[in-house]
């Protein structure tokens, strides 16, 4: 099982980013998927979540309106659209396979966002 997020980087405050998780060893599309983010000295937190079909999607207010999560599973990508980014959205942003608690589920090694001028 591969979880390989990319499009991270640095941004100025207002900027934008379009995260990627491009996913391997499991029936993706049968699978939930979310985006946690973690800052230094806190939780890990979720951003959003979609659900296997791409019907149902859901956001952290902290994001909320700020953020798009989609997902293609003929590329068996999720992605996460990120835009009017601010200082206190720089953390470390990981994909998540699944359910939480569930032995069937499945991280990703992250990719670091970081908001500066």
């Known amino acids: 099982v591969q979880l390989v997020e990319s499009g991270g980087g640095l941004v100025q405050p207002g900027g934008s980013l379009r995260l990627s998780c491009a996913a391997s060893g499991f029936p993706f599309s049968r699978y939930a998927m979310s985006w946690y983010r973690q800052a230094p000295g806190s939780e890990r937190e979720l951003v959003a979540k979609?659900?296997?079909?791409?019907?149902?999607?859901n956001y952290a207010d902290s994001m909320k309106g700020r953020i798009t999560i989609s997902r293609d599973n003929a590329k068996n990508t999720v992605y996460l659209q990120m835009n009017s980014l601010k200082p206190e959205d720089t953390a470390v942003y990981y994909c998540?396979?699944?359910?939480?608690?569930?032995?069937?589920?499945?991280w990703g090694q992250g990719t670091q966002v970081t908001v500066s001028s």
């Open positions: 979609i659900t296997s079909s791409g019907g149902t999607t």
């Open positions: 998540f396979a699944g359910a939480t608690g569930s032995p069937n589920s499945y």
